[in-house]
């Protein structure tokens, strides 16, 4: 394990150990669950961009181009 200290503002804190005590854990625990979390979203994220930057509008277009072209399933309607 690894020990990293940071500043945060006062109402952070107090809203990290209220959900650490109503979630019974500890407040590294709520920390640790929420920094894993943040740094997920930003690597997915990457990873999106990272997938989006390969794509080739040709393709997009012939894919779609076999998508019938019918009314929606009712309630499906925009």
Avoid: C, H
Wanted: charged share 35%.
């Amino acid at each position: 394990m690894k020990t990293i200290q940071a500043k945060i503002p006062d109402y952070l804190a107090k809203l990290t150990a209220e959900a650490a005590e109503k979630e019974k854990v500890s407040v590294d625990q709520i920390i640790a669950l929420a920094l894993s979390a943040q740094v997920a979203a930003w690597n997915v994220r990457d990873d999106i961009e990272t997938r989006a930057k390969r794509g080739k509008l040709e393709d997009f277009d012939r894919v779609m181009a076999k998508v019938p072209d019918v009314a929606p399933v009712p309630g499906d309607e925009i």
